[in-house]
């Protein structure tokens, strides 16, 4: 591979895949290459495994002329991290490769990441401003939680793992008559799942097992689906642009399939504008109180989320809207996707959500690494 010395080198850090190319988020990875070549970032794509020490060079993929080129690259001057960690081995072992590429020449990272629901909840929840918008939420610590909570909420308690994504090992509990119960959840291949249990102990029994020795936070489950019974959500997109200022991307209703706890797009949701959607299902006045109520909740998050983690480059902010149409803060990711916006067809937003990693890596390496005169 050839580079530009006077030119910023970005890698996107991926997770190793079976595929060809070999790693995640090849889609996403081509557009990234692309809006580099336009704004002037080169991009490298690589595994944390493929440290290539002895020769400081970096074992990785670019993209050219329409094809996916393996070669030897120089190493990164800035490391945009799309790792889906699968445990915290996983997060050890990479941190060890970074560190010995770390100890050839200084890294800089578009941003760090955040570490997990319970933390990021116990930060939002200090702003007084957002607090009214997040669901009580507890560290889920044993099942013998359980019977209170569902006493206190009938409607049922939804439990998410502290670190998982996409909606994956999510579940629901509720009461389905005077002693049964009833989980509704998602298994670790996003597959929807339920199971019907005599009574109590025989639900903890199923839930320690699934469980195991997970992290997991436990919170009322909310009703938040539309007038057709599915679970809709909507994401909005912030991420820093070329002045390194935060800025909203976009927003997109998500929908679930009808029984379905999530309405991730990976557990086979679907995606439409949210101005349009949240006027079919609420009205025009309301839905116009609601985005400008989204939008202002959008723009205080990511500034309360930095002063706890510090630097980061993007969040999905996924709400939740309750037929009383109280917002709700359900989640906020450091690594979102940005599918929904390709998928609803807006081109501008779509293309927008790609460049701000690279205009922002640009940023960075023209002002703090002192690349230009200001």
């Known amino acids: 591979?050839?580079?530009?010395?006077?030119?910023?080198?970005?890698?996107?850090?991926?997770?190793?895949?079976?595929?060809?190319?070999?790693?995640?988020?090849?889609?996403?990875?081509?557009?990234?290459?692309?809006?580099?070549?336009?704004?002037?970032?080169?991009?490298?794509?690589?595994?944390?495994?493929?440290?290539?020490?002895?020769?400081?060079?970096?074992?990785?993929?670019?993209?050219?002329r329409g094809q996916w080129v393996h070669g030897?690259?120089?190493?990164?001057?800035?490391?945009?991290?799309?790792?889906?960690?699968?445990?915290?081995?996983?997060?050890?072992?990479?941190?060890?490769?970074?560190?010995?590429?770390?100890?050839?020449t200084p890294l800089h990272y578009l941003a760090r990441g955040?570490?997990?629901?319970?933390?990021?909840?116990?930060?939002?929840?200090r702003l007084s401003m957002l607090s009214p918008h997040l669901p009580e939420t507890v560290k889920f610590k044993h099942t013998s939680q359980l019977q209170s909570r569902l006493r206190?909420?009938?409607?049922?308690?939804?439990?998410?793992?502290?670190?998982?994504?996409?909606?994956?090992?999510?579940?629901?509990?509720?009461?389905?008559?005077?002693?049964?119960?009833?989980?509704d959840g998602r298994d670790p291949n996003n597959v929807p799942f339920q199971r019907r249990f005599a009574d109590l102990s025989s639900a903890e029994e199923f839930l320690d097992t699934f469980i195991g020795d997970r992290s997991y936070i436990l919170q009322p489950y909310l009703?938040?689906?539309?007038?057709?019974?599915?679970?809709?959500?909507?994401r909005v997109l912030m991420q820093k642009n070329d002045q390194g200022r935060w800025t909203l991307t976009g927003m997109a209703a998500r929908i679930g399939e009808s029984g379905s706890i999530t309405s991730n797009l990976h557990g086979g949701g679907t995606a439409t504008g949210a101005s349009e959607y949240l006027a079919k299902e609420f009205g025009s006045h309301t839905?116009?109180?609601?985005?400008?109520?989204?939008?202002?909740?959008?723009?205080?998050?990511?500034?309360?989320?930095?002063?706890?983690?510090?630097?980061?480059?993007?969040?999905?902010?996924?709400?939740?809207?309750?037929?009383?149409?109280?917002?709700?803060?359900?989640?906020?990711?450091?690594?979102?996707?940005?599918?929904?916006?390709?998928q609803i067809g807006d081109l501008k937003c779509a293309q927008q959500s790609v460049d701000n990693p690279v205009v922002y890596a640009r940023y960075l390496w023209l002002r703090q690494f002192r690349r230009v005169t200001t």
């Not at 009703?223 to 909507?234: K, M």
């Open 287 to 342: 839905a116009s109180t609601l985005i400008a109520k989204l939008t202002e909740l959008s723009a205080h998050i990511p500034e309360q989320l930095e002063s706890h983690f510090g630097r980061l480059a993007e969040l999905g902010i996924d709400f939740g809207i309750d037929r009383d149409a109280q917002l709700w803060i359900i989640e906020v990711n450091s690594k979102p996707g940005r599918s929904a916006f390709f």
């Open 152 to 183: 206190r909420h009938p409607q049922g308690v939804f439990l998410k793992p502290h670190s998982g994504t996409h909606g994956k090992r999510t579940l629901r509990v509720l009461r389905d008559g005077s002693e049964s119960i009833r989980v």
């Open 72 to 104: 030897s690259s120089r190493l990164p001057d800035i490391i945009y991290d799309r790792m889906n960690y699968k445990n915290a081995k996983h997060v050890h072992r990479t941190r060890e490769y970074l560190a010995a590429m770390h100890g050839r």
């Open 114 to 125: 955040l570490s997990g629901k319970w933390t990021v909840y116990q930060c939002l929840n």
């Open 1 to 64: 591979m050839r580079q530009q010395a006077d030119l910023p080198l970005m890698g996107v850090m991926v997770s190793e895949k079976q595929s060809s190319p070999p790693f995640s988020e090849s889609l996403f990875c081509k557009r990234l290459s692309i809006a580099g070549k336009r704004h002037g970032v080169q991009v490298v794509v690589f595994s944390p495994e493929h440290v290539t020490g002895l020769l400081n060079q970096l074992d990785g993929y670019t993209y050219a």
């Open 223 to 234: 009703e938040l689906s539309n007038t057709d019974q599915q679970p809709f959500d909507i």
